[in-house]
């Protein structure tokens, strides 16, 4: 194959898994300006009667995220839930610990149901195993859940919400590997702790589908080991162990634009090691991943401001080659639809996020919106495909890397096949497509991703400067056909399926 060329066969029996919404979660904590000034404003001229952002939510609905994780993160392990309920001018003014901020606790479990009502997405809701205990934990749960008749449930009958919230996917704790957490762990206590949480929460809500926490990057000394220990004390009683991992630019655009490939190292490890611990344990059960914290983050950047009510931190601003990276991770967490079952951009507005806004002002997409949003809308019914792509090879960090990385998605209720191509070559790849078993199809649209200017990003003055653009289709109906993929892009292409020729 030459170094300009490759050939992709996207075939209807190749399947990897059904398409699940979850894959296209995102997490709201409490740090920066996420929550106060980003989804929570009142006196905002557009905030509503409960003092959310109407321009936000209008942003995130159209996003399509289907659960957001809340309320961290860092945050979580020195949260008390009760500090978040209940009449807003009792509520107390705390340390943050972990970001060394204040916290107003105008904003709580409650706030964040309604919020994500209106914004039409599910809570992944969070327990915390720094500071809290798994009696705290099992308590959470009855005040959410428990539809009355005990204390807990009748406070947050008192607090308005008769309903209970039916949150049914909880994490068990928030990177407890990593030493910059509070009250950090080690594997076996962590492990021990987790498991009594996980019994105590289920025996309040059986029908509860909880995440237990794997390592917090692969750069993590601890890293596959923890994984294994956390797994063999809580195997029977969990349902996902959690992935971290974020991406930055080092100065060497090809190995950045690779990063799939190590998202793809990770996942298989982790894979790996849930099977073994399935086979020490003559367990039936299969574990999946939940991915739930992904996205590029200029790590070096992070500047501290200590003590201060919703500081500007972690406010990465991204350009289109940040979106480009970060559409091959999305992809990548796509083609593993069999065992990632849940995966959350990490985050939503302001701290490391998609939707950028300003103090009683505007609010902007980031580059990062467009891929999560095209990804999501086509990606999140129907079936994931395995494609097969003869692709020449790139020489990066994470080793010999396919420069056309590719996923594929067919929705039989659209009679819609959706390609995913990322090309981190420079050159256009000419590209000879195969869709032989769908018979014969269409080609209805082509969005691509690129600009001549990588370090473009979306501004204020410019809200849309990165936004994807539409390439001329390719005309009449084939069952293979050639394409030239521009260099260093992104592409959405979308065939329909001709009736009735298959
Ligand atoms: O998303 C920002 C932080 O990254 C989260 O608080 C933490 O879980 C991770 O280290």
Redesign the pocket.
């Known amino acids: 194959m030459q170094q300009n060329q490759a050939k992709l066969y996207v075939e209807r029996e190749f399947t990897v898994a059904q398409a699940d919404q979850r894959l296209f979660s995102s997490?709201l904590?409490h740090?920066g300006r996420a929550i106060y000034e980003g989804i929570y404003e009142p006196g905002h001229p557009l905030a509503d009667e409960d003092g959310f952002r109407t321009d936000v939510l209008k942003l995130v609905r159209e996003l399509g995220v289907s659960h957001v994780r809340y309320p961290?993160?860092?945050?979580l392990s020195g949260y008390n839930w009760r500090d978040g309920i209940g009449p807003k001018e009792k509520r107390p003014t705390r340390l943050d610990l972990?970001w060394h901020t204040i916290e107003s606790n105008q904003f709580g479990i409650d706030e964040f149901v309604d919020w994500c009502k209106k914004a039409g997405t599910s809570v992944m809701g969070a327990v915390n195993m720094g500071t809290g205990t798994p009696k705290d934990a099992g308590e959470l749960v009855e005040y959410c859940n428990f539809p009355g008749g005990t204390a807990l449930s009748d406070l947050r009958i008192e607090n308005g919400h008769k309903d209970p919230h039916n949150i049914k996917l909880w994490c068990i704790g928030?990177?407890m590997d990593?030493d910059?957490q509070i009250c950090h762990l080690d594997a076996v206590d962590y492990g021990k702790k987790a498991l009594e949480a996980a019994k105590i929460m289920k025996w309040v809500d059986p029908e509860l589908e909880l995440v237990v926490c794997g390592s917090?990057s692969t750069l993590q000394k601890t890293y596959p080991e923890w994984d294994r220990v956390v797994l063999e004390h809580t195997y029977e009683q969990v349902d996902y162990l959690s992935l971290?991992r974020?991406y930055e630019n080092f100065d060497n655009d090809l190995d950045f634009l690779a990063s799939f490939a190590d998202m793809e190292d990770f996942i298989h490890t982790i894979v790996s090691t849930c099977d073994y611990v399935k086979a020490l344990k003559r367990s039936k059960k299969k574990m999946m991943l939940s991915f739930d914290?992904w996205n590029i983050?200029y790590q070096r950047n992070t500047t501290p401001h200590d003590w201060m009510p919703a500081p500007p931190v972690?406010e990465d601003h991204y350009s289109v080659l940040d979106a480009l990276a970060f559409a091959g991770l999305g992809m990548t967490l796509l083609n593993h639809a069999d065992r990632v079952k849940i995966a959350c951009l990490?985050?939503l507005v302001n701290?490391?996020a998609p939707i950028f806004t300003e103090k009683n002002g505007r609010v902007i997409r980031q580059s990062i919106y467009y891929p999560f949003q095209l990804l999501s809308r086509y990606g999140s019914a129907g079936t994931v495909l395995k494609p097969v792509c003869i692709s020449p090879k790139a020489e990066t960090q994470y080793g010999d890397v396919p420069v056309l990385h590719t996923s594929a998605v067919y929705d039989p209720q659209q009679g819609t096949v959706t390609v995913f191509a990322l090309n981190i070559g420079k050159e256009p790849m000419e590209l000879t497509l195969s869709l032989g078993s769908f018979g014969k199809v269409s080609m209805e649209q082509w969005i691509c991703l690129k600009n001549e200017n990588l370090h473009l990003k979306n501004t204020f003055a410019s809200p849309e400067a990165t936004a994807p653009v539409s390439m001329p289709c390719i005309s009449g109906v084939f069952s293979e056909t050639q394409l030239s993929v521009p260099g260093i892009s992104w592409n959405v292409l979308r065939f329909r399926v001709q009736p009735g020729i298959v």
């Open positions: 997490f904590e740090l961290g993160g860092n945050f972990a928030n990177e990593g910059w917090a971290h974020y914290e983050w972690l990490a985050q701290v490391i």
